[in-house]
């Protein structure tokens, strides 16, 4: 399985519009960390689903992973992965600041054989996310991060940076071409219609 | 004439006496003293053993005094203990004639007054005989250590007179080790080693393990908290040695006994200044970091101050063109945006420049690919280069690790790559490349533009110049190059421009050290 | 409807500039100088996208912030930091889940309208709470 996990904190609704922008299906399960307001997760999602090819849904408890399809973290709970697969929200203290927190999504990922993870840190302030793509790093999966260029804040690209764990930086529109670089893009006829 | 019914102590002062070469007369009785006057040529100098003066040694004195004139003749009044020795209460008249002390005051008497002989301060061996029990006595009298043999009492047997003024001159005693060392616990109330101070006597201590334990060459540092005469508030810090002897089938204790109560106390004042220095240096580096603290906030507020004003100007001129149709007014509402648009320019820029020098010391650094660093950039820059029809190269075509704070060296790069691109002509070309040796990694920017004269090579760097001397040039704020050389100085570096001449193109050049050996390490795998 | 954007700035020559900018794509707001008269829109009813200033005298913006969620009025609004501060420190580190978006001075008037329509149709497309 494919896995991405985007985080996104303060300026990360703009810079998620231009990363999804025509963003076609690609061939990787996306889960989604934008810190923000619980009564926005759902007009957020809205939102994102209006301009990419690929589903955006609020993630729910036990919900199985799916290539092409965006798992938004809803507000107020920490999201983990079980077994790379299943989503498990989890009620909890706050992680560096926030909940949901990047890292402690980033962290549930495990090395399995055949899985392929990419870490992407956008714009926000201080540093969540940067001990997950070191983890990521350490996976063997590969790590993006914005530039300073078009990051309102710069501060936890930068934090991720520092880690030494980043392949790639650049501007939302360059991460997402390498993301259907890195990952290519499904084939619509090959789509399973799920429940 | 040396005056004393005991034998040690005629003995002791003889030694002394022939160590400067002073002839003796000796006489064992205070009678003596008087009638020696009959036959022999009046002495010198009468030493006077104060025990032999009895209870009334004015009287004495005041006898000697009739039989020798107190001109010709001194006397001194030999204490056993120089300290506690009662000196005369009325001293007789010819006072200047009489000097009483102990047998060390003796010496330096005559010390003082002969010349130093060959062997300085210490004894003339002239007479002694190699392997002679005197050869031994003389060693061990004149150790620059105090040693004393100890009985499992705690007697001093025998001890040398290094320092030690409580010693006969023949190194015997009969007195215990604390009333030899001036320890004033048991005085008055019995022997060294019987009160309850003694328990805690780290030098008892010793002495006991030593007896114990029949541990030999055993060494240890005692600080002794004895209230000795000289300054009863001072501890003694010693280094005692110490090693069990059997002598006459009766074990001993053989205790050397070195004073470092100087080297402590230099210690501790050494310390304390050094305490003293740290917390100087710890006041000094939060002085310099308040005012740090200070300019930062300083330059947050200037910062802050002179983006508000820009906020309505930014915003607002470009309302006017669409509701201007007068050619002439609509050109000068572009040279009011253009302005503005500068002012906005340098107002990043001097900001920028001011925050790079505030930054104390060193950079946030970490390692990185310059060849990765470089394709980041031109891919920022991509629009810039398409519009006005300029090839840009990345030359590096291998990996280059430097380690570098990303953000600084990622806004130098912009700017010498914003500076190329500005300089050259339409269809231009601008190349970065790399070389590296053992020392320095050198990056140049170079481009196909207008060039540059010797003398400006220089003067680039300061602030606010600009080649083109009626300044009137508003594309560029003049800062660029500043930024840049502060940047490379943040990192230890060297900036310089080359340029064949004008109309050729111009290269600045930027090296870096390269990485120590002990940071290659860990990422290197990576 | 109408009022839905609220402008907070000690200065008046940002504030001025602000509503003329919004007023120039239609969108109507409000402007309020201080952190306290936030706070008090706030109680009275306001509900939408908060621009909000940082370097203010008395309340800044990270105390209206703490102000905001200490008295739940954070609930259904959404803050943009709109401030000449470059970057953020890590005095706001407890209330930044609350700011959504951070836009320097001075700013780009079209993306500011950008900006505001965007998070104003989050809003308007936030469900009922009684849905």
């Known amino acids: 399985m494919n896995i991405v996990m985007i985080g996104a904190s303060t300026g990360g609704p703009k810079a998620l519009r231009s990363l999804f922008e025509y963003l076609p299906r690609i061939d990787a399960a996306v889960i989604l960390i934008q810190h923000m307001p619980k009564f926005l997760n759902v007009s957020f999602c809205k939102a994102l689903s209006e301009r990419t090819l690929m589903d955006v849904h609020l993630a729910v408890q036990d919900q199985l992973l799916e290539h092409g399809v965006v798992h938004v973290a809803p507000s107020e709970y920490h999201l983990v992965l079980a077994d790379n697969r299943r989503i498990d929200l989890v009620r909890g203290v706050k992680v560096n600041y926030v909940c949901p927190s990047v890292d402690v999504a980033m962290l549930s990922l495990q090395a399995r054989r055949d899985d392929r993870f990419v870490g992407v840190v956008l714009t926000g302030m201080a540093a969540d996310g940067a001990e997950g793509v070191r983890h990521i790093k350490n996976l063997g999966g590969m790590a993006f991060v914005q530039n300073q260029m078009t990051a309102a804040v710069y501060d936890m690209p930068h934090s991720a940076l520092l880690t030494g764990a980043v392949d790639f930086q650049g501007s939302p529109k360059s991460l997402r071409e390498k993301l259907v670089e890195t990952f290519g893009v499904l084939e619509t006829t090959t789509q399973t219609v799920t429940g | 004439m040396l005056a004393s019914d005991d034998l040690t102590t005629r003995q002791a002062v003889k030694v002394i006496l022939r160590k400067y070469d002073q002839p003796v007369t000796l006489v064992s009785s205070a009678e003596e003293i008087l009638h020696a006057s009959q036959e022999e040529s009046t002495p010198q100098t009468i030493i006077l053993d104060a025990r032999l003066a009895g209870d009334d040694p004015i009287a004495l004195l005041n006898h000697i005094f009739q039989t020798y004139e107190s001109h010709k003749t001194h006397v001194f009044l030999l204490t056993h203990h120089q300290n506690s020795a009662n000196p005369p209460r009325q001293i007789p008249r010819g006072a200047a004639s009489v000097t009483f002390g102990g047998l060390e005051d003796l010496e330096n008497r005559f010390q003082s007054r002969s010349l130093p002989n060959r062997f300085g301060n210490t004894t003339d061996l002239r007479d002694v005989r190699m392997g002679s029990e005197e050869e031994f006595m003389a060693v061990f009298l004149h150790a620059p250590i105090p040693i004393y043999l100890i009985d499992t009492e705690g007697h001093v047997l025998r001890a040398n007179r290094a320092k030690n003024p409580y010693i006969d001159a023949d190194g015997t005693s009969s007195r215990d080790l604390g009333y030899v060392l001036g320890c004033r616990h048991g005085e008055g109330q019995g022997r060294c080693g019987t009160v309850p101070q003694c328990k805690r006597c780290p030098l008892h201590m010793v002495i006991r393990e030593t007896i114990r334990e029949d541990r030999c060459f055993h060494r240890k540092e005692i600080s002794l908290d004895v209230p000795v005469e000289t300054d009863p508030s001072e501890k003694i810090y010693a280094l005692a040695s110490t090693t069990p002897l059997w002598i006459d089938r009766k074990k001993m204790v053989l205790l050397f006994l070195e004073d470092i109560s100087e080297l402590r106390r230099s210690q501790e004042l050494l310390a304390e200044f050094n305490r003293n220095l740290e917390s100087l240096v710890a006041r000094r580096t939060e002085e310099v970091r308040a005012l740090l603290e200070q300019k930062k906030e300083f330059i947050r507020q200037l910062g802050h101050d002179l983006r508000t004003p820009l906020t309505p100007l930014v915003a607002l001129l470009p309302k006017f063109r669409a509701s201007l149709v007068d050619p002439k007014e609509r050109e000068m509402l572009e040279l009011i945006i253009n302005n503005t648009e500068y002012i906005n320019q340098l107002v990043a820029k001097t900001l920028d420049l001011m925050f790079l020098e505030n930054q104390a010391g060193v950079p946030e650094r970490q390692t990185i690919d310059l060849r990765v660093e470089i394709n980041n950039i031109l891919a920022d820059f991509a629009p810039v280069l398409q519009d006005r029809n300029i090839l840009a190269v990345n030359a590096v075509e291998t990996p280059v690790r430097l380690c570098v704070d990303v953000l600084q060296f990622k806004e130098m790069l912009l700017n010498l790559l914003s500076n190329a691109v500005k300089f050259s002509p339409e269809h231009g070309q601008v190349t970065i490349s790399a070389a590296t040796n053992e020392r320095e990694v050198t990056v140049s920017v170079s481009d196909t533009g207008m060039g540059m004269t010797p003398e400006q090579f220089s003067r680039v760097f300061d602030e606010f110049y600009k080649v083109d001397p009626s300044r009137h040039d508003r594309s560029s704020i003049g800062l660029g190059l500043s930024i840049c050389k502060r940047i490379v100085e943040n990192h230890e570096g060297r900036i310089w421009i080359e340029s064949p001449g004008l109309g050729k193109g111009t290269t600045v050049y930027i090296a870096l050290p390269a990485r120590r050996p002990a940071e290659v390490g860990g990422r290197e795998e990576q | ?131």
């Open chain 3, 1 to 131: 409807m109408s009022k839905q954007i609220m402008i907070v700035d000690d200065d008046p020559a940002v504030r001025y500039t602000v509503l003329e900018v919004l007023r120039g794509a239609d969108m109507n707001a409000i402007a309020v100088d201080s952190g306290e008269a936030c706070l008090e829109e706030l109680r009275k009813g306001f509900h939408g996208v908060i621009l909000l200033d940082i370097m203010m005298p008395g309340m800044d913006g990270w105390d209206t912030l703490e102000a905001m969620k200490r008295e739940g009025l954070n609930e259904g609004n959404i803050v943009c930091m709109l401030t000449a501060v470059i970057s953020p420190s890590e005095e706001m580190d407890s209330v930044k889940d609350n700011v959504l978006d951070y836009v320097r001075k001075p700013f780009d008037p079209d993306g500011l309208i950008a900006t505001a329509k965007e998070y104003l149709s989050y809003l308007r497309t936030v469900p009922d709470e009684n849905e």
